[in-house]
């Protein structure tokens, strides 16, 4: 994939990849995983997480592969915090390679994405919550939350509250703190862009109705997004699926704003 820098000095779009499970679990190639990645996927107790978190990973593996024009199992991935033994904290990113694009990845059930930026950024995707889960978390949140989840009809708050899930985890993500921040530190929602933390940008994805999806940007003003949904046929390909990656034409077109509104796209 050519990477075609905007005149001006205006920033490249972030690219976002949306990454489908496989047919079969056979067609996961997991030897590209590494020895920390492999046991990550053995601790998930049902076989359909332990899938998805392969598939996700061998994906952002493929992905990054395209940006770095290094193979997938040759990639070094770590967190910020790496202590070289192979334990990830922090923020994951590439290892040893100057230049190396930013990049947050999300799985949940059936879905995963990838987001690639030049800028620090963050991403989460999430299927839709049930109306007890919202019980549950609400008193979690930050009292603004709560008060704007409250005020909305019953059947509204699942949408809404998933939503706002996803802004607030694609945000501490994007710190590198996740939830031992502490979902109630900060505003996410949605009436009250000046209580939002400074110095970020995040708003939700359009995505398909079973799922809510957001990217946390670190900076300010609207950021072009292009989206690719990858077939499968290509993120596991047992030969040339970088090659074939790499050639995907942009898909669905939006924009990250820094005001709320309504998620916007235009068509390719």
Not at 19 to 42: F, K
Not at 58 to 67: H, I, K, P, T
Request: proline share 10%.
């Amino acid at each position: 994939m050519t990477t075609t820098h905007p005149p001006n000095g205006a920033r490249t779009p972030l690219d976002i990849w949306l990454l489908p499970p496989p047919d079969s679990p056979r067609d996961i190639p997991a030897t590209e995983l590494n020895a920390y990645e492999r046991h990550r996927a053995e601790s998930y107790r049902r076989t359909d997480d332990r899938q998805m978190y392969l598939a996700a990973h061998v994906g952002l593996r493929r992905v990054l592969a395209v940006y770095t024009g290094i193979d997938p199992e040759h990639l070094r991935l770590g967190g910020e915090r790496y202590d070289g033994n192979g334990a990830r904290q922090g923020r994951p990113r590439v290892l040893g390679v100057p230049g190396a694009p930013q990049f947050s990845l999300s799985h949940s059930h059936g879905l995963a994405l990838v987001v690639v930026s030049e800028d620090r950024v963050g991403a989460d995707v999430q299927r839709l919550p049930s109306p007890q889960t919202v019980a549950a978390v609400l008193p979690s949140l930050h009292p603004a939350e709560q008060i704007e989840l409250e005020s909305l009809p019953p059947a509204e708050q699942p949408a809404a509250f998933g939503r706002l899930w996803v802004r607030k985890e694609a945000y501490l993500k994007g710190l590198g703190t996740g939830l031992a921040r502490g979902a109630d530190a900060d505003y996410l929602g949605e009436a009250g862009l000046a209580a939002r933390p400074a110095g970020w940008v995040v708003g939700n994805l359009p995505l398909c109705l079973s799922h809510v999806a957001a990217v946390a940007l670190r900076g300010d003003g609207d950021r072009a997004i292009v989206m690719r949904s990858v077939p499968p046929e290509y993120l596991y390909a047992a030969h040339g699926a970088v090659r074939l990656i790499a050639g995907m034409p942009p898909g669905l077109r939006t924009v990250l704003r820094a005001a709320p509104s309504q998620d916007r796209a235009v068509a390719p």
